[in-house]
């Protein structure tokens, strides 16, 4: 089984919704075993700079990450069709156990 975690901002959208329900509805028609997105409390990327988007008057973006669950061939299949349609973001694979 391989795990995908893909960190996107929350306030990206795709057409007219947020990327982050796109992604995990676009999962679900791939027939992905789970997927949950959480919501980052702090963060930084590319930009070094450190987002912390629940202090007072903050405008920074809270980052999202979106987590899924399957076997390797579907995973990265799904990946590899969302890569068609978006091609933002940072995705990173990994193996992991299933008890």
């Given at each position: 089984m391989i795990q995908a975690q893909i960190f996107v901002d929350?306030?990206?959208?795709?057409?007219?919704?947020p990327l982050y329900i796109f992604i995990v509805k676009?999962?679900?028609?791939?027939?992905?075993?789970?997927?949950?997105a959480l919501q980052g409390r702090m963060?930084?990327?590319d930009s070094q700079h450190l987002n912390r988007p629940d202090e007072?008057?903050?405008?920074?973006?809270?980052?999202i990450i979106i987590t899924?669950?399957?076997e390797d061939a579907k995973v990265i299949?799904?990946?590899k069709e969302l890569r068609q349609v978006?091609?933002?973001?940072?995705?990173v694979t990994h193996p992991v156990d299933r008890w």
């Open positions: 929350k306030d990206e959208l795709i057409g007219s919704e676009f999962l679900l028609k791939q027939h992905i075993m789970g997927a949950t963060g930084y990327g007072l008057f903050s405008f920074d973006e809270t980052p899924c669950i399957d299949a799904a990946i978006y091609k933002g973001g940072f995705i």
